[in-house]
């Protein structure tokens, strides 16, 4: 596929949600972290595939069956080469979420009192709460790696409490969907390998600003969103090493996911259709199919170019309001503006930022744990994807200083 020069010009205009006004004014979607905007081929594909090749995929012999099933699987080989790794490493799901919970039940037959469970306190609820309940049913224990005051790792500190540890399962997201921070991973894998420790990697923040090559990141899990990196909701996936795929006990169960069944026993088959029960998401697959094949197109060292120089524009302008109090790491960021103003509620500046056709988010950001780690109920979170522009940023500070002359 040909790598195109990136012209954010032609970019925003693949992106119809991105062109209309809100109360009276221009759009400015700075909400990416909660769920990217689709490009036009997206909704192309998706559209396509109802309209021309609606069936059910595999084992079917008809026509529409065949086409739809060629489209579903190339899809997974699309997904794989973007990360790459091999497409039997892929396993569909709904999404990270889903991802993870498959990953804790999967693992539950492996785990015992005497075992440990690392987690941090800036994961996402999604990357918590599962562990809870597995080290609940197996007694194994849960265990925190150290977090700094401002939110951030201390890679030697954490290299070290790894090593002490030597947990079973460690697992940490590659980025805050709070703060944006990007967490330095090659030290701790690298650490958590040595003692033999399991690496499972969140990625639902990282797989689009910092489209990672997981066999390079060496971790043994990756979970991702296909909502987050301007595919269809309700689809993602799962990447796992294929020997410890075949290892997870499968999270449902059911329908094709079966290599034979007896009113006695059934047997299954191998990762990864072991872990895809039942009809899947195939619309959402091929439309995320068709997001990957947009992302690939464009120069990636241009798009990530463009998406700091405006996240660092924004940061810079923001932090000249006074009363505003940033929380985000700006040396190393997805792009991700998490604050407050004083002590106002976020709640009421989203909701006047929304008057002025500006969207962003508002409270703890499932993330409970490090909300009370920083002493705060909740923030402004503003994300920005590599779909927004200098003058976005001018209208969003704008409208933040309009807003704040409303409250004070």
């Not at 192309?44 to 079917?60: C, E, I, L, M, P």
């Not at 796992?240 to 499968?250: A, H, I, K, S, W």
């Not at 094949?293 to 405006?310: D, G, I, M, P, R």
Request: hydrophobic share 40%; net charge neutral.
């Amino acid at each position: 596929m040909p790598v195109l020069e990136f012209d954010i010009k032609t970019i925003r205009k693949d992106f119809p949600t991105l062109n209309q006004s809100v109360n009276g004014n221009p759009l400015v979607y700075l909400d990416s972290g909660a769920t990217s905007q689709k490009p036009q081929a997206v909704i192309d594909a998706t559209t396509k595939f109802y309209s021309q090749s609606n069936a059910n995929v595999h084992r079917g012999r008809h026509a529409l069956s065949e086409a739809a099933t060629a489209q579903y699987e190339q899809a997974r080989e699309n997904i794989a080469n973007y990360f790459h790794v091999q497409a039997n490493e892929i396993v569909w799901t709904k999404g990270a979420t889903e991802a993870l919970n498959l990953l804790a039940y999967g693992l539950q037959n492996q785990l015992n009192q005497s075992d440990t469970i690392i987690i941090t306190p800036l994961e996402h609820h999604a990357n918590i709460v599962p562990w809870q309940v597995v080290a609940q049913n197996t007694g194994a224990t849960l265990s925190v790696l150290p977090l700094e005051k401002n939110g951030s790792f201390n890679t030697d500190n954490c290299v070290k409490y790894i090593k002490q540890t030597k947990a079973k399962v460690l697992c940490i997201s590659q980025a805050s969907n709070t703060l944006g921070n990007i967490t330095d991973l090659a030290p701790l894998i690298s650490a958590a390998k040595a003692v033999g420790t399991l690496i499972i990697v969140d990625g639902a923040q990282g797989a689009m600003h910092l489209r990672p090559n997981l066999k390079a990141l060496n971790c043994d899990f990756y979970v991702f969103s296909a909502h987050k990196m301007l595919g269809p909701t309700g689809v993602g996936g799962l990447y796992g090493r294929y020997e410890l795929l075949n290892t997870l006990t499968p999270y449902q169960t059911g329908g094709e996911m079966i290599q034979t069944v007896t009113l006695e026993k059934s047997t299954y088959r191998s990762a990864p259709a072991k872990f895809e029960t039942g009809t899947p998401n195939i619309a959402g697959v091929i439309g995320f199919a068709a997001a990957i094949n947009y992302l690939s197109s464009l120069n990636f060292a241009q798009l990530q170019q463009h998406e700091q120089t405006v996240f660092k524009y924004a940061a810079n302008e923001l932090s000249k309001i006074e009363g505003i109090t940033i929380y985000s790491d700006l040396s190393h960021n997805i792009g991700t503006l998490s604050f407050n103003y004083k002590s106002e509620h976020p709640y009421d500046l989203a909701t006047l930022l929304d008057g002025f056709g500006v969207a962003v988010r508002s409270g703890h950001h499932c993330t409970q744990p490090l909300m009370a780690h920083l002493g705060l109920n909740g923030t402004v979170r503003a994300s920005f994807a590599f779909y927004n522009t200098v003058q976005d940023v001018d209208i969003f500070i704008n409208s933040l200083k309009e807003s704040i002359a409303l409250l004070d």
